[in-house]
């Protein structure tokens, strides 16, 4: 027992904790973005190539490396994958378009949280100080 401690707990108010169905939502959105991203991208990667907004370099079709082929099997599943026409150009817009829709929900949520949440000082709180410091001269 140390000299500042007590061991004696003390119970007192439980902070509020979020309901459950907030971890639900974030999982969900945590998966749902990056889908909604990757879809986004498809979509929007035929209008870039039109405008010529997407530089050269990203647009090939990436290779599998010569030794995964000694597996064959990962080599097509890979290949599946990664084997279509500006894949990188995509990624690239993916993780644009993850950005956007991260921050739009990000800035609907600190909203919604404002007009919803509790008030910050409650009736037994004491008003914040109003001090005014006058700027310190040698």
């Not at 879809?39 to 907004?53: T, Y």
């Not at 404002?114 to 000082?121: G, L, N, T």
Request: glycine share 6%.
């Amino acid at each position: 027992m140390g000299k500042y401690k007590s061991s004696v707990s003390e119970r007192g108010i439980q902070p509020k904790q979020r309901p459950p169905i907030w971890r639900g939502i974030g999982c969900l959105l945590i998966i749902l973005v990056p889908v909604i991203s990757y879809a986004a991208a498809e979509l929007s990667l035929p209008f870039f190539l039109n405008q010529g907004l997407v530089p050269r370099e990203l647009l090939f079709t990436p290779r599998v490396p010569d030794w995964l082929w000694y597996a064959p099997m990962l080599a097509q599943i890979v290949q599946s994958l990664i084997g279509q026409y500006a894949f990188f150009a995509i990624l690239i817009l993916t993780f644009i378009y993850t950005l956007f829709i991260g921050t739009v929900i990000s800035i609907f949520y600190a909203f919604m949280y404002r007009i919803i949440s509790p008030k910050r000082y409650g009736p037994m709180d004491a008003p914040p100080p109003r001090i005014k410091v006058k700027k310190y001269k040698r």
